[in-house]
């Protein structure tokens, strides 16, 4: 009697485990210095043209990739949806972030966009009729009140800026009305785009965007040609943080999951915070990172990846 080796199935499973680890932890670096591109582009572009070449140059990176994986016909078929959904999902927030790290530095920033699953989880709640359960409740009610309180010291303000209290306001709130834009286009998505190309999405979502937002940034266009370090970071945010992250994040869903694809939610801001503070010379303040504390408490039980005495299944963050 033969016996049949059985050297290959011990060897896959850690290979397969590494390599959704490394996503995950690259797609979080990635996105965590996608805060420091904006803040370094917003200086010398201003918002507006910084969001828009952001988008054009993603979409120059992305269309190649979706004609080579023959997904053309799809983005054809429902170019009306991506398009439209492009401007929630990239084009307001991405412009409403660059305006924001005109007054508070990236960290902050960061820290305010890990707020967008909760968002997501009250839009879904308005839309589709799915009313979170205690837990989530409670997870919602934790992360606003963390935000409250961040908001209460205005952490993370420029000490530079001259209009005080009034522009970090209005900073905080123009992050949270990006993380609300990302949780109508997840809803959106799922309506609308459910059984496409996640590649044809991606790609037509960031033409709609940069449609959207041509016109505005021409008409804002800076007088004076901004420096060659600013179109550097400009071009790292649309190629790496953009593109190449886009294409982690649907990778990462299709080898580890949505659930552990939502704890990006949590690297982002860390890698942001490690950029701000070595890259930019940020200072961080006990009092943020509490607050970030909070919100983190927030955001893990609203989602459902955090939910005691049961298993969550939850949805996968939005590309950012």
């Known amino acids: 009697m033969s016996v049949t080796p059985r050297p290959s199935a011990p060897l896959s499973a ?10 995950l932890v690259l ?10 591109f904006m ?9 507006l043209p910084t969001a828009a070449v952001r988008v054009a140059i993603a979409t120059v990176f992305l269309i190649p990739l979706l004609l080579w994986n023959g997904h053309g016909a799809a983005l054809r078929q429902h170019w009306k949806a991506t398009l439209a959904i492009g401007v929630f999902n990239s084009g307001v927030p991405f412009a409403l972030f660059c305006f924001a790290l005109l007054s508070i530095n990236s960290s902050l920033a960061a820290v305010l966009n890990a707020t967008a699953p909760m968002f997501g989880a009250l839009v879904a709640w308005a839309w589709f009729g ?14 606003f009140a963390g935000v409250g309180l961040l908001a209460s010291r205005n952490a993370g303000f420029h000490a530079t800026s001259t209009d005080g209290s009034h522009a970090a306001l209005w900073a905080i709130v123009a992050c949270l009305g990006a993380c609300l834009c990302y949780g109508i286009a997840a809803s959106a998505t799922r309506r609308h785009l459910g059984g496409v190309a996640p590649l044809a999405t991606a790609t ?11 016109l505005p ?6 007088a004076r040609m901004p420096s060659l ?8 945010l649309g ?10 994040f649907f990778r990462l869903i299709a080898t580890a999951g949505p659930a552990r694809a939502l704890t990006v939610t949590f690297l982002v801001p860390v890698f942001a915070v490690f950029y701000g503070v070595v890259l930019l010379g940020e200072q961080i303040t006990p009092w943020m990172l509490g607050c970030a504390a909070v919100i983190v408490c927030g955001v893990a039980l609203s989602t459902g990846l955090v939910k005691p005495g049961a298993r969550a299944v939850t949805a996968p963050p939005r590309p950012r």
Not at 27 to 36: C, K, P, Q, V
Not at 204 to 214: D, N, P, R
């Open 14 to 23: 850690p290979r397969a485990v590494n390599r959704w680890w490394i996503d």
């Open 27 to 36: 797609l979080g670096a990635l996105w965590g210095a996608s805060f420091l």
């Open 39 to 47: 803040r370094v582009g917003a200086a010398e572009f201003g918002a």
């Open 130 to 143: 799915e009313r979170p359960g205690g837990w989530r409740l409670l997870g919602l009610a934790i992360g």
């Open 204 to 214: 037509g979502s960031q033409i709609g965007a940069t449609l959207f937002l041509a």
């Open 217 to 222: 940034a021409l008409w804002l266009w800076p």
């Open 229 to 236: 370090h600013a179109w550097l970071a400009l071009i790292a």
């Open 239 to 248: 190629t790496a943080c953009t593109g190449l992250a886009y294409i982690l």
